[in-house]
């Protein structure tokens, strides 16, 4: 009996061990293989991608409508995930189904060099050099999008990853205006402390936030090729200019200048904090402006770019990213897909996601819409900026995460610079070559 | 009764070993053979031996996970078994008229773990959080914290939650054993002047024994199990100090798309759940008196 009773227990300790390697097992294998239809007849084609938000998602019905009017017996299936979702399993799932998307979202530079290595990006550097695409984007748009001369990605919208936002009428108040220093902006933060307002909310619980912020700042102090080439792994990522960057951070966290919840808080609740008042800035992306016009719209918000700090970057560098949409190499619809984005780079589809407050980086992104000032004046900032930097998680994922992670320690106050910075090169060396 | 055909009893047992080897048998050969590779989910799977589990062996984070994983088994072998057992201890006392009581203990073991993180998030919010304005209200700001934040702290909230969540289930479990404890044994022990608190700990807690092993049991193996509280609450954060397994397994293969790596990591896990539940079974105390179910 008793022998019965500890095999039970044992075949349980083994049942619950084997489910949780399931998990693991159940991620999927094999490889893509091309959607079952043929070009001859009816077919449909399928468009993947994460939401941003429900009026974006609109947009894609009416152009799912228009491209079925223009191409009768096609159709479109639209299929939009969680964004969290999309970007982390739901893409590779798709790529990997039966049922692979004929095209789908994605951002450049290493995230399309992965789809290229993997055989997910369909060179259409003739499509978009021809009739369909005549005119709708600057060359400059392309960036990261074409690898060995050939384009294998359609650019759709913009971001300025990482500005300084600030309340007005607190800023009014107090008599501040932007600061242009590094100096002016802690200067700025200690006048805002001692009135009682807390100086800068930010939330880092998923860590992207502030390293944002730190990419931009290593940029500052290094110069863009530094900076990349520390993401990638060719520089050591605890160089002392590395840490003197990451000492602007210490700054803020050992002033208090910052909310002391940063390394709790989602980034969502800090923008809430901020459009509620309060703190007097908020350090967030472009995309602040469809929150403030949909929770606060009456709140009058400016921003200001990262401060200048001492160092060899660009001082007017502006840290942001671009998306856009491939068409997958083992569609069967490859020509059927171009089309598509052809329709969403039009001028009518621009002003669509326009007015559904993105930043299209078509050549006329604003053409016909009133849009909101902050947002075409984000737009000009970032299609006018001498270096553009792109955040660390579209240069190198792994890495990136252990550079977050870093500054992460830094602006909670548990690691210094040097510290934070010498485990994540530890954790750096440890990773197998790509 | 003897089966009629030889083929009988394998006949009755094939369908569930089918389904056995499908939903179980063929992904734990597949993460095995998936943990000797390089592999992102989309790419050739690329062979490279051991070099996995060598890197897995050396990873500092994932040696943290396991120190996590032990502080929170500690943690929650108090605040989920010894406290679902004295919950069960205050309401056998009484009996039936305790329903009420049980069943709101036990409501929070009903409730989706997801929204129950959520809540206990704003709970332990820094900036109007009921604990923190708790504190404030009683004049004792200075013990107010970011309790999800601060490395000190963050690891115990989480396991003052999932302490909330299962002393109600634990409770549950005792309750049942107890209420099996002989009423003849414990009117002879009345009549022999035993109080109450003998009456628990020298008669009912020996004889519920059983009950007790199964409950550590679940509680470690449970905790080997947990991700809903840590994932929402902290992602692990911060630096780290909430790291569990599990967490840094689908931080691995979803976010870094190391599905190879991970694979390694789940087979890593397994053997350490495997082997802690042999040596469990090993160290039982054997031959005491318990209850018979």
Known sequence: MRRVRSFNRLTGVVAVAVASLALTACTGSGSGTPSGSTSSGPFAIRVAMGSTGEVVDGVFTKLKAAYEAKYPGRTVEIVIQENDTYETIGLNTLLTSRNAPDVYFERPGTRLSTRFDDGYAADITDAVNGPGFAGRFDSAAYSGMQIGGKTYMVPWSGDVTNVFWYNKAIFADNGLTSPTTWDEFLALCSKLKAAGITPLVDGNKDKWPVGSIASHLAERALGNDTYVATIKGDQPMNSAGMVAAFDDLKTLADNDYINKSVAALPDDQATTQFLLGKAAMLGIGSWLVSDQISQAPKLQIGYFNLPTVPGSGDQNSVLGVSTGFVVNAKSEHVSAGTDFLALMSAPEASKLFAEAGLTPMTVDPFAGVTADPNTVSLANLLSSAPTKVTPADNIDVKRADEFYGAAAAVIGGLKSPQEALDAAQKRVEALPES | ?293
């Open chain 2, 1 to 293: 009764m003897k089966p009629s055909s030889r083929w009988t009893p394998y006949l009755l047992v094939g369908p569930a070993v089918l389904f056995f080897a499908f939903v179980v048998g063929l992904p734990l050969l597949g993460t095995i053979a998936m943990s000797f590779t390089r592999w992102s989910g989309t790419n050739r799977m690329r062979f490279i031996g051991i070099e996995n589990f060598n890197r897995a062996i050396h990873d500092t984070v994932y040696q943290r996970a396991y120190l996590n994983t032990l502080v929170y088994i500690a943690a929650t072998l108090v605040l989920e078994v010894a406290v679902g057992f004295a919950l069960a201890g205050l309401v056998s006392i009484q009996g039936k008229r305790t329903l009420w009581y049980r069943i709101t203990f036990f409501i929070p073991v009903m409730l989706p773990m997801v929204v129950i993180a959520v809540l206990w998030s704003f709970i332990y919010s820094d900036d109007g959080g009921l604990i923190n304005s708790f504190l404030t209200g009683i004049g004792r700001s200075d013990l107010r914290r970011v309790w999800l934040g601060d490395p000190g702290t963050a690891l115990l909230a989480i396991s003052v939650v999932s302490g909330w969540i299962y002393a109600g289930f634990y409770m549950a479990i005792f309750y049942a054993g107890l209420q099996r404890v002989p009423k003849a044994l414990l009117e002879a022990a009345r009549l022999d002047g035993a109080s109450e608190w003998d009456l628990f700990f020298r008669i009912k807690a020996p004889l519920v024994r059983g009950m007790t092993e199964v409950s550590v049991l679940l509680c470690i193996t449970g905790a080997f199990q947990s991700f809903d509280l840590f994932f929402v609450m902290t992602k692990g954060g911060p630096d780290h100090t909430t790291e569990i397994i599990t967490t840094y397994l689908v931080s691995t293969v979803f976010i870094d798309h190391e599905v190879g790596y991970g694979a390694a990591l789940s087979v890593i896990m397994t053997v350490v759940v495997v082997g802690l539940g042999l040596i469990y079974a090993k160290f039982r105390r054997e031959g005491d008196v318990g209850l018979e179910y």
